[in-house]
């Protein structure tokens, strides 16, 4: 070849580019390819080994995350060895739609985790102090709901649904605490009215709380058997988990992960207006006998950002081995019941195969 037609060559190949070909292209198709696959985003043990070292945050250097792929990467961790830490960690999940569409914010390391570490400054929370007479107002709710139509129309329906089913265990998510004021920025949107709209939050979630009552009551009552309640919220006050404690209930998960850890087969799961992906975790790890949680089905909001308890594939897939009713609220106690009329009880068919997932 001529040294012309070899200069002539070398002007005709043009270099590669590797324009828009970013690390986030490439990471958001390979957790798309393994969930395909079948790869599980949340497991049991992992799920358990982020509470425990959540636990010590205090006294270790590092945190270990376990990546869908099966890598790890460690994370600082900025309150070690901190006397008075105003710095306090929660589990962060990563849900489906955040790690295959949404971007996560952090490194690119970060991108095939399905959960991390989030930081909440706590000096906010713990000065706005607690409602007053919050006991009494507990007591007196809770007497209302055993009161109404809403906790007999309930009664009746779970008396049906769990006919045939073995329950061990109930496990509530982010049901909310029902002690601590509403935050100053909350009120000043309200308005002059805002105690009676704080009474009114609490008031449903009481009413939530209740209802996992009644569901206790009704498996003690047909099987003579306990039934263990459990219940996990990571912003739960010290009175909160008082008052729980004292009413049966055993508070889990205080970062926001072991309590999944404790859902099976056997399980009645209760969750109403969370924000973590309790639905896909679910769907993950295990088929509950009975589930109750908002019916509606949703994905994207309006700012076409994934809901922070988004339905995804494999939760589409695990309601079809459930039946559905919906939460029979009384349409005239339905302001007490603060949008319980949105829950949907989800009820495990007979012949569903629970060792597919």
């Known amino acids: 070849m001529s040294e012309h037609a070899h200069k002539n060559k070398e002007q005709l190949i043009s270099p590669l580019l590797e324009?828009?070909?970013?690390?986030?292209?490439?990471?958001?198709?390979?957790?798309?390819?393994?969930?395909?696959?079948?790869?599980?985003?949340?497991?049991?043990?992992?799920?358990?080994?982020?509470?425990?070292?959540?636990?010590?945050?205090?006294?270790?250097?590092?945190?270990?995350?376990?990546?869908?792929?099966?890598?790890?990467?460690?994370?600082?961790?900025?309150?070690?060895?901190?006397?008075?830490?105003?710095?306090?960690?929660?589990?962060?999940?990563?849900?489906?739609?955040?790690?295959?569409?949404?971007?996560?914010?952090?490194?690119?390391?970060?991108?095939?985790?399905?959960?991390?570490?989030?930081?909440?400054?706590?000096l906010e929370r713990d000065s706005r102090g607690l409602i007053e007479n919050s006991r009494h107002f507990l007591i007196k709710k809770m007497h209302d709901w055993h009161m109404s139509t809403t906790r007999n129309s309930?009664?009746?329906?779970?008396?049906?649904?769990?006919?045939?089913?073995?329950?061990?265990?109930?496990?509530?998510?982010?049901?909310?605490?029902?002690?601590?004021?509403?935050?100053?920025?909350?009120?000043?949107?309200?308005?002059?009215?805002?105690?009676?709209?704080?009474?009114?939050v609490m008031e449903g979630r009481i009413a939530q709380y209740s209802a996992v009552l009644t569901i206790a009551a009704e498996i003690t009552s047909s099987t003579r058997g306990r039934v263990r309640i459990l219940t996990q919220d990571p912003d739960y006050a010290e009175e909160t988990k008082k008052n729980l404690g004292e009413l049966g209930f055993e508070v889990v998960g205080q970062f926001g992960a072991g309590g999944f850890a404790e859902v099976d087969d056997d399980t009645i799961?209760?969750?109403?207006?969370?924000?973590?992906?309790?639905?896909?975790?679910?769907?993950?790890?295990?088929?509950?006998?009975?589930?109750?949680?908002?019916?509606?089905?949703?994905?994207?909001?309006?700012?076409?950002?994934?809901?922070?308890?988004?339905?995804?594939p494999r939760t589409k897939q695990m309601w079809q081995d459930y039946e559905s009713w919906d939460f029979p609220v009384e349409p005239a106690e339905a302001q007490s019941m603060a949008e319980m009329d949105r829950l949907k009880v989800y009820v495990r068919k007979k012949d569903c195969h629970r060792t597919q997932y």
């Open 269 to 312: 799961v209760f969750t109403a207006f969370a924000s973590a992906p309790i639905k896909q975790i679910i769907a993950d790890i295990a088929r509950p006998a009975l589930i109750v949680a908002v019916g509606e089905a949703k994905t994207f909001n309006v700012k076409d950002q994934p809901y922070e308890d988004a339905e995804s």
């Open 19 to 122: 324009h828009d070909c970013s690390e986030w292209k490439t990471s958001s198709q390979h957790m798309e390819d393994l969930y395909f696959s079948g790869a599980k985003l949340w497991r049991k043990s992992d799920l358990i080994d982020i509470e425990q070292q959540l636990s010590q945050f205090r006294t270790i250097k590092k945190f270990t995350i376990r990546c869908v792929d099966g890598s790890v990467i460690q994370i600082k961790n900025p309150m070690f060895k901190v006397q008075r830490p105003i710095w306090f960690p929660t589990v962060k999940f990563q849900e489906y739609w955040r790690l295959v569409r949404a971007k996560p914010e952090g490194p690119p390391e970060t991108y095939r985790c399905s959960y991390l570490v989030g930081w909440e400054n706590r």
């Open 154 to 200: 309930f009664w009746s329906l779970i008396q049906k649904l769990l006919c045939g089913h073995k329950v061990t265990k109930i496990i509530c998510f982010g049901l909310g605490d029902i002690s601590l004021r509403a935050p100053e920025w909350w009120r000043e949107q309200r308005g002059p009215n805002w105690q009676q709209i704080e009474a009114t």
